[in-house]
């Protein structure tokens, strides 16, 4: 489904760990439903081929950059969404360590480049 409105999608592994993925989707998706003032969109996939970094999750907006978090459980569900909030707010997505919630400061596995944006 193509991102119409531009928001970040936060994207979940739902087959890492044994079951947390999911566990973590359906604590973000409950979060999400009682609060629809939240500035992202929830999304869940099948594998990111990050299993050694399990759970993981995703966020990414045309025009910023891509983060890819790891060693994520249910219980960061709050925090995510507080990530989320700043990922949003900033330009360019760049959510510096300091801006992180303290349980994602070491959290971060890779950024990507921001993809192109056509017209």
């Not at 989707?25 to 500035?39: I, K, T, Y």
């Not at 890819?68 to 510096?96: F, K, N, Q, R």
């Amino acid at each position: 489904m193509p991102n119409q409105n531009r928001r970040p999608i936060l994207h979940i592994c739902i087959t890492c760990h044994q079951g947390e993925g999911a566990k973590l989707h359906a604590a973000l998706a409950e979060r999400l439903a009682a609060n629809a003032e939240q500035a992202v969109d929830l999304q869940q996939v099948t594998c990111m081929a990050s299993c050694a970094h399990g759970c993981t999750a995703a966020i990414s907006a045309p025009g910023k950059w891509c983060y890819l978090l790891g060693e994520l459980s249910p219980w960061h569900a709050d925090d995510l969404l507080t990530y989320a909030d700043i990922y949003a707010a900033h330009p360019s997505g760049a959510v510096l360590p300091s801006r992180r919630p303290e349980s994602l400061r070491q959290c971060v596995v890779a950024r990507l480049p921001a993809f192109a944006v056509s017209a």
